[in-house]
């Protein structure tokens, strides 16, 4: 529990290890996650300041730490988890299967995570993803 807020407070790239594991640490929902608490621990914080300090002319200063501390990192690390679910995707069975969803790098019937070392179903579910199938 700790070690996962840890997580997410830092950002904590998973890498290329994610992809061989059916427990990642980064999906879509954490870096979501991370933003909000993120910008919640930031503002919470900021407010405090203003009040202690009487920064009152400078309160606008909160939004760029929200962007510096909490969007900004948020966005890179939605963009390094991008790239790797993209070459995860590439690797595995379940990225040609209509029921694959990348975002959580999860199978949605069976709503067990997938990666290079577990295919939840063993590839007896599999269907195929069709050309125009967004994967909703
Ligand atoms: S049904 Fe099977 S192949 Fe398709 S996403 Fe789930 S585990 Fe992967």
Redesign the pocket.
């Known amino acids: 529990m700790f070690e996962s807020l840890i997580d997410l407070l830092m950002f904590r790239q998973g890498g290329e290890t994610d992809n061989h594991t059916s427990q990642p640490v980064v999906t879509l929902g954490s870096v979501v996650w991370g933003v909000l608490l993120r910008t919640a621990l930031i503002t919470i914080g900021w407010i405090y300041l203003v009040y202690e300090l009487e920064l009152f002319d400078n309160w606008w200063l909160g939004i760029f730490f929200i962007w510096l501390l909490a969007l900004f990192p948020g966005y890179t690390q939605y963009r390094t988890f991008e790239k790797r679910i993209e070459k995860l995707s590439d690797s595995?069975?379940?990225g040609s299967?209509?029921?694959?969803r990348p975002q959580g790098q999860l199978?949605?019937?069976?709503d067990?995570h997938?990666s290079t070392d577990h295919?939840?179903?063993?590839?007896?579910?599999?269907?195929p993803r069709a050309v125009y199938d967004t994967g909703d």
């Open positions: 595995t069975l379940c299967c209509r029921h694959y199978c949605a019937i069976l067990e997938v295919i939840p179903c063993e590839g007896s579910a599999w269907e």
